[in-house]
């Protein structure tokens, strides 16, 4: 099940259902066959900049946050905290719809679940490839 919360902003996503379904058929294209436990909580760029310097000891404004809180073989429980001020910088810097860069870091998130990471280049390539693959079976 996925769950959408405000935790310090007015932000209300559209297309909610067709957006938890995108992400689950995600998961299971990536054979994660557990039950999904997904929340995915809106901030601001301040009550996300807490989250990060809090919890992992980052002094600067990201879009995304991705916790796992429990990976098991029946249960994939996590929280994604996103932005929604970065969202909206950086669709204009990328020349992006607002919807279609907050897609773009929601499935950067859900890839980071189903183990993709981006630290290096390859990995961050790969990841990037990923991105693009689903943001085409999104059809909203």
């Not at 996590?78 to 929601?106: G, Q, T």
């Not at 990841?127 to 909203?140: F, P, Q, V």
Request: aromatic fraction near 10%; charge should be negative; glycine fraction near 0%.
């Amino acid at each position: 099940m996925i769950h959408f919360f405000n935790q310090d902003i007015d932000f209300e996503i559209s297309n909610s259902e067709i957006i938890s379904n995108w992400i689950i058929s995600t998961f299971q294209s990536e054979n994660k066959n557990q039950e999904i436990e997904l929340s995915i909580i809106f901030n601001s760029d301040e009550a996300l900049l807490e989250v990060n310097q809090q919890f992992l000891n980052h002094d600067y404004y990201t879009d995304i946050i991705t916790f796992t809180l429990e990976d098991t073989d029946d249960l994939l429980e996590a929280e994604l905290y996103i932005s929604i001020d970065r969202i909206k910088d950086n669709a204009v810097l990328l020349k992006k719809s607002f919807e279609e860069e907050l897609h773009r870091v929601i499935i950067h998130g859900v890839l980071h679940l189903c183990s993709y990471k981006d630290k290096t280049d390859d990995e961050a390539k790969i990841m990037r490839k990923k991105e693009d693959e689903y943001l085409k079976k999104l059809s909203l």
